[in-house]
C-alpha cells in the first residue's frame, strides 16, 4: 500500500470496539492540585503534566497508567473495519500516548503541521485521536485543512506565545484560500486520524464544560531530519522567551 496517495487525514472510521482501559483516562479530567500531580509523575511516569486552575490541561506518557504497553499496534487496541488508511498504517508502532484537554475559553491553537515539532518525514507518524467527550469546534476540537489527496508541504513555522503550544504556520492566507477547512465533529468514544503534513487549527473551547480526547502515536521508524530538528529548536528557544 502507497499511503503517501492517501489525503493527510481521515475520520470516516466504522469502529466497532476499543481497548476499554484507554476509557480510565477520563478520570484524570478530575484530578486537582500538587499532590495527584506528584502521584501521576512518581507512580505512572506521567510526563509533561500541566496544571491550570487546578485542572489537567495535557499530559503524555500514560502506558503505565493506562495499563498498555509501547510497540504494540493499532489494531491491538481498536477494532476498525479495513480501509485502504487501516491497510497503511496497521503494522505501525504505538509510540506515546497523549491526554488533551481543551479548558473553558482558554486560547486558540493555530494552524500547525505535527511534522514540525516530530522533525519526520510526513508519513512515517501518524496520530490516532479517540474522543472522551463529544468534540466540535464548539468546544475547541480540531479542523483540518481539505486539499486534494497528496502530501503537503512542510510549511515555514514560527515560536509562539501561547502556553503549551510552541509553534505555528506563519502568516501563509494565500495557501490556505486555496483550500477549505474541513470542520470536525466526533461523538463520544469515536477516532479519527492524521499524518505529520496535515495542517490543522482549533478554536477556543466556548462552551463551559471541558472537552478531551486520548492522542496515540504510532511510528513506522524513528528516522529523523536534522534540518527540521534543528529549525525546531531554534524555534523552540524563541517560544521559552516568549512565554518567559
Not at 470496539?17 to 480510565?24: A, E, W
Not at 506528584?38 to 511516569?45: A, H
Request: charged letters at 30%; a positive charge; hydrophobic letters at 35%.
Amino acid at each position: 500500500m502507497n499511503n503517501f496517495k492517501l489525503k493527510s487525514y481521515h475520520f470516516d472510521f466504522n469502529l466497532k470496539s476499543f481497548d476499554k482501559k484507554i476509557l480510565k483516562a477520563s478520570t484524570l479530567l478530575k484530578y486537582k492540585g500538587e499532590s495527584k500531580k506528584n502521584e501521576l509523575e512518581s507512580k505512572y511516569k506521567v510526563k509533561n503534566i500541566n496544571l491550570e486552575k487546578d485542572s489537567i490541561k495535557y499530559c503524555s506518557n500514560l502506558f503505565s497508567y493506562l495499563g498498555i504497553k509501547k510497540n504494540i499496534k493499532i489494531l491491538d487496541i481498536f477494532t476498525i473495519e479495513i480501509n485502504e488508511y487501516i491497510k497503511a498504517i496497521k503494522d505501525y508502532k504505538l509510540n506515546e500516548i497523549e491526554l488533551h484537554i481543551r479548558n473553558s475559553f482558554e486560547d486558540a491553537i493555530p494552524p500547525h503541521q505535527d511534522q514540525y515539532y516530530h522533525y519526520c518525514y510526513p508519513r512515517d507518524k501518524v496520530k490516532i485521536i479517540f474522543s472522551l467527550t463529544e468534540l466540535s469546534k464548539e468546544n475547541g476540537f480540531l479542523e483540518y485543512l481539505d486539499h486534494s489527496d497528496h502530501i503537503l508541504p512542510l510549511l515555514d513555522h514560527q515560536a509562539s506565545s501561547i502556553k503549551a503550544f510552541s509553534s505555528f504556520i506563519k502568516d501563509n492566507n494565500l495557501f490556505f484560500m486555496k483550500n477549505s477547512w474541513q470542520e470536525v465533529s466526533l461523538k463520544k468514544n469515536q477516532i479519527i486520524c492524521h499524518f505529520m503534513d496535515s495542517i490543522h487549527r482549533a478554536s477556543s473551547n466556548k462552551t463551559k464544560y471541558k472537552s478531551a480526547f486520548l492522542v496515540f502515536r504510532f511510528d513506522k521508524n524513528n528516522k529523523e531530519i536534522p534540518s527540521i530538528k534543528n529549525k525546531y529548536k531554534k524555534t523552540f528557544s524563541e517560544y521559552l522567551s516568549n512565554i518567559n
